[in-house]
Nanobody, 119 residues
Framework: QVQLVESGGGLVQAAGSLTLSCAASGLSFTRYNMTWFRQAPGKQRELVATSTTAGITAYADSVRGRFTLSRDNVKRTVTLRMNSLKPEDTAVYYC?????????????WGQGTQVTVSP
């Protein structure tokens, strides 16, 4: 059974920092692109940062330079370090694992963790 367990959300003041972690189990971790998404109230879910199986890390324009995504293939974790947080970063953050393998799409989500940034 695949599980993605997020941790590290919470309440922080603007300009502060938080670190989110996602621990994966039940899957071949190195075959998966690992991505953090977020969804703010009344808005669509959006990609925040992704780490691909090819070793590429990419960020949304809104977080580039402030957020850093790290991937540990041994520990099967992805960590999102968020600095210089802004109130507009307030959202539920979701960890996603996705892989297109031998013609099939495998797509898994964590339960989400709330990040609230106060002005």
């Amino acid at each position: 059974q695949v599980q993605l367990v997020e941790s590290g959300g919470g309440l922080v003041q603007a300009a502060g920092s938080l670190t989110l972690s996602c621990a994966a189990s039940g899957l071949s971790f190195t075959r998966y692109n690992m991505t953090w998404f977020r969804q703010a109230p009344g808005k669509q879910r959006e990609l925040v940062a992704t780490s691909t199986t090819a070793g590429i890390t990419a960020y949304a324009d809104s977080v580039r330079g402030r957020f850093t995504l790290s991937r540990d293939n041994v520990k099967r974790t992805v960590t999102l370090r968020m600095n210089s947080l802004k109130p507009e970063d307030t959202a539920v953050y979701y960890c996603n694992a996705a892989s297109f393998w031998l013609g099939d799409l495998y797509d898994y989500w964590g339960q989400g963790t709330q990040v609230t940034v106060s002005p």
